[in-house]
T-cell receptor, first 112, second 115 residues
Framework: DAKTTQPNSMESNEEEPVHLPCNHS???????IHWYRQLPSQGPEYVIH???SNVNNRMASLAIAEDRKSSTLILHRATLRDAAVYYC?????????????FGQGTELSVKP | GAVVSQHPSRVICKSGTSVKIECRSL??????MFWYRQFPKQSLMLMAT?????????EQGVEKDKFLINHASLTLSTLTVTSAHPEDSSFYIC???????????FGSGTRLTVV
């Protein structure tokens, strides 16, 4: 799976939107973009995924650049419980059952 | 939704002893499960892929004789840390994917401390 690049850390204020960027310039046409987050002392949890079109679910939105070389995870109103490490991971659509490799992720802190 | 249960959540053992960690898929069958290790302030590192009814596939640099994996049923995989040493102290996490789901479900992790 291709590599992703994320900022090491970001800060946000409570109740404000947060935009978490991810660069994946070597993405292939069959790679899905997945986001997971890990709250302190817990296992990661799935957040959202997409291929080409922007996606929304109850947790977040995923905005994908037209050339697919970057994407942004959007938390519309950050809460203190959103403080976590967010991981952007590429997964080949033909290898959906295969192993998941984590990069360093972005540590999001939320200030009250 | 899919739930993965991991037990114990926390364990302290003496150096030289073995520790077994269980990972169960509660409401789905998982032919494949994954085991990760995470040191403080670091990302998750994949240790091995656990395959039901066959041998696990270990990542490069992971000692298969030290980290024994058994996946005897479609809902249970176990990781045994043998002859544990203080450097094995870490956060161990398992995951599985339910067929039809895009996302992987993770256990809540096991904090192992070897003294």
């Amino acid at each position: 799976d291709a590599k992703t690049t994320q900022p090491n850390s970001m800060e946000s204020n409570e109740e404000e939107p947060v935009h978490l960027p991810c660069n994946h310039s070597t993405i292939s046409g069959t790679d899905y973009i997945h986001w997971y987050r890990q709250l302190p002392s817990q296992g990661p949890e799935y957040v959202i995924h997409g291929l080409t079109s922007n996606v929304n679910n109850r947790m977040a939105s995923l905005a994908i650049a037209e050339d697919r070389k970057s994407s942004t995870l959007i938390l519309h109103r950050a809460t203190l419980r959103d403080a976590a490490v967010y991981y952007c991971i590429l997964r080949d659509r033909h290898n959906q059952g295969g192993k998941l490799i984590f990069g360093q992720g972005t540590e999001l802190s939320v200030k009250p | 939704g899919a739930v993965v249960s991991q037990h114990p959540s926390r364990v302290i053992c003496k150096s030289g002893t073995s520790v077994k960690i269980e990972c169960r898929s509660l409401d789905f069958q998982a032919t494949t499960m994954f085991w990760y290790r995470q040191f403080p302030k670091q990302s998750l590192m994949l240790m091995a892929t656990s395959n039901e009814g066959s041998k696990a596939t270990y990542e490069q640099g992971v000692e298969k004789d030290k980290f024994l994996i058994n996946h005897a049923s479609l809902t249970l995989s176990t990781l045994t840390v043998t002859s544990a040493h203080p450097e094995d102290s870490s956060f161990y996490i398992c995951s599985a994917r339910e067929d039809g789901n895009y996302g992987y479900t993770f256990g809540s992790g096991t904090r192992l401390t070897v003294v």
